[in-house]
């Protein structure tokens, strides 16, 4: 079964915090994303990686970073969260490469984050 | 400049209606067009997905309409129920497995007992 699992689920965090959020997929995905989503807005991509040591930045900008060292592993940090980095981030994974590959997306169950 | 249009941006229906959210793109390279439903506290999931080389596509009580020459495209949810309240995403992305979606802002369905 497809699995994509985001940690934690809910994080309250003063302004001026490192923090990360975790990733994990166990399809064996090579592309990973991570969306921001705001309440009841659509999805916002910040960041993909095609692959283990790949990152890129999506088409909206974001202050957050991220790496890949291991394929099934996709972190996301804020090296100073601040009141504006307030939203629900989504992770998702997908196949990648070859014909005939779907581009279905699969998303974990985001973490909403409230930074104060 | 926002590439996916979706409308309406909420729909409320009663419970066997036939609600149709409606899509429209600019980019006439997008290959690939899914549309994803998200219930609260949970992340989207495909529902269905077309491409540009047919005009509909149904899976169940969900079907996809395909306009190419218009460029727009929509989804129509037959015999509607309680259980399909959620907010449904239209999508667009061209090259494959390649691409990057491009979501629309979301239609929040509400379906009436």
């Known amino acids: 079964e497809a699995d994509i699992y985001q940690t934690p689920r809910y994080l309250v965090i003063g302004t001026g915090k490192k923090i990360t959020l975790e990733c994990s997929q166990t399809?064996?995905?090579?592309?990973m994303y991570w969306y921001q989503q705001d309440p009841g807005m659509e999805l916002h991509l910040i960041h993909y990686s095609y692959g283990v040591n790949s990152t890129e930045k999506g088409d909206l900008s974001s202050e957050s970073t991220v790496s890949r060292i291991r394929t099934e592993h996709f972190p996301l940090t804020l090296e100073s969260a601040r009141p504006s980095h307030t939203s629900q981030y989504l992770c998702?994974?997908?196949?990648?490469?070859?014909?005939?590959?779907?581009?279905?997306?699969?998303f974990g169950p985001g973490t909403r984050l409230t930074v104060l | 400049q926002q590439q996916v249009k979706q409308s309406p941006q909420s729909l409320i229906v009663q419970k066997g209606g036939i609600p149709i959210i409606n899509c429209a793109y600019e980019?006439?390279?997008?290959?690939?067009f899914p549309w994803y439903q998200q219930f609260p506290g949970k992340g989207p999931a495909l529902l269905i997905a077309?491409?540009?080389?047919?005009s509909e596509k149904k899976e169940g009580r969900f079907t996809i309409s395909f306009n190419k020459s218009a460029k727009q495209f929509s989804l129509h949810i037959m015999d509607s129920q309680p259980g399909d309240s959620a907010t449904y995403f239209c999508a667009a992305s061209y090259g494959g497995s390649q691409g990057n979606l491009i979501f629309g802002k979301g239609t929040k369905l509400s379906v009436k007992p």
């Open positions: 998702a994974s997908s196949e990648y490469g070859g014909s005939g590959k779907r581009n279905e997306q699969f």
């Open positions: 399809m064996g995905h090579d592309k």
């Open positions: 980019n006439t390279a997008f290959d690939y």
């Open positions: 077309i491409r540009p080389d047919v």
